[in-house]
């Protein structure tokens, strides 16, 4: 089973230091995959065709080098989907130039976005088409334009039914924020897209639809009968503060190391006890609250919609 965190939202990326430092903590909460999709890194998505300057290219090559170093899988993800013509030959041999550039600085696997563009009543087919002859025939995982939610659409027909069986498919779970996801809208999904295995790609911490409102709290709501279902693992997408993704992230990890015994509050005691000092100092001055908390389940219900950058340093300080 993947168990990830991918750096993809839309926004200011993480800076170098704070991608070396997110890494070593993969390693130690036995998160075991990194995957670079950040959609404001511009030869992630807008110029996808370019390899990555010297200066960037050393960058990646070293967090490439940590991420092997520590024993996570460092992924790079490109999505072309903005500008490619799906029938140029010129523009396939761009991509797996690419694929080809990022493998070089270190890059274990190369995943395919497709996500946040237009559909067109043949995007599906084209996609898949791309995706296949990406593949080659080996595993390959992609991100689909409808990656939420259970309903039928003429996309996801036309993508189903041309896409190869060894390719996986990203899901954000019935929402794309997703409050809750259960083994039965996993089941519904696989079935629109054709009996593929999914990733769940999930949207919880991140906040780029709101960046100054920092989700921390505990991971709720997945279900743990989801790992009997034709899932492959589930990867987090964190928010856009670095260092405050540790206290969701680290209860993301424990989640995944047993989601049957896995519980809220107790998992985010030990974030608590491990992070809170390093996450209240990167969040700064607190407030005077008008919300009192007693004990570590009212803080995680406190927590739970998400707060801003005061609020949640005095909410935290009395218990780190």
């Known amino acids: 089973m993947i168990r990830g965190l991918i750096e993809g939202f839309y926004g200011p990326p993480w800076t170098h230091e704070e991608r070396l430092d997110l890494i070593r903590f993969c390693a130690v909460e036995g998160l075991d995959t990194w995957v670079h999709a950040p959609k404001d890194d511009p ?23 940590e991420a092997r170093r520590v024993g996570v899988r460092f992924v790079y993800a490109i999505a072309p989907g903005l500008s490619i013509d799906y029938a140029s030959e010129a523009d396939f041999e761009a991509l797996a130039a690419k694929r080809e550039h990022v493998r070089a600085l270190g890059a274990v696997e190369v995943q395919l976005l497709w996500d946040d563009i237009e559909p067109t009543p043949e995007s599906g087919r084209l996609q898949s088409e791309v995706s296949n002859r ?16 259970t309903g039928d659409s003429a996309y996801r027909r036309s993508m189903s039914d041309a896409l190869d069986a060894q390719v996986v498919v990203y899901w954000t779970g019935p929402e794309v924020v997703s409050l809750a996801i259960a083994r039965e809208e996993l089941d519904a999904a696989v079935g629109r897209f054709g009996d593929h295995e999914l990733l769940i790609w999930d949207n919880y911490p991140v906040n780029d639809f709101a960046p100054e409102t920092l989700f921390l709290g505990p991971l709720r709501g997945r279900d743990p009968r989801l790992w009997d279902g ?12 670095a260092v405050p993704n540790k206290l969701p992230l680290a ?44 004990d570590t389940s009212a803080l995680v219900d406190a927590l739970a919609l998400g707060v801003d950058r005061a609020a949640a340093a005095s909410l935290l300080r009395p218990f780190v």
């Open 43 to 65: 030869y992630h998505r807008q110029r996808w065709r370019e390899p990555y300057p010297d200066p960037e290219a050393e960058q990646l090559a070293e967090l490439a080098a």
């Open 230 to 241: 034709r899932v492959a693992g589930l990867v987090a997408n964190g928010m856009l503060q």
């Open 251 to 294: 209860t993301v990890a424990d989640y995944l190391r047993d989601p049957v015994a896995y519980d809220p509050v107790v998992a985010f005691e030990r974030a608590l006890a491990t992070y809170g000092l390093e996450v209240l100092d990167a969040l700064g001055p607190s407030r005077v609250s008008d919300t009192k908390v007693s």
């Open 134 to 149: 990406f593949a080659g025939g080996a595993p390959l995982v992609i991100c689909p334009i409808g990656y939420a939610g």
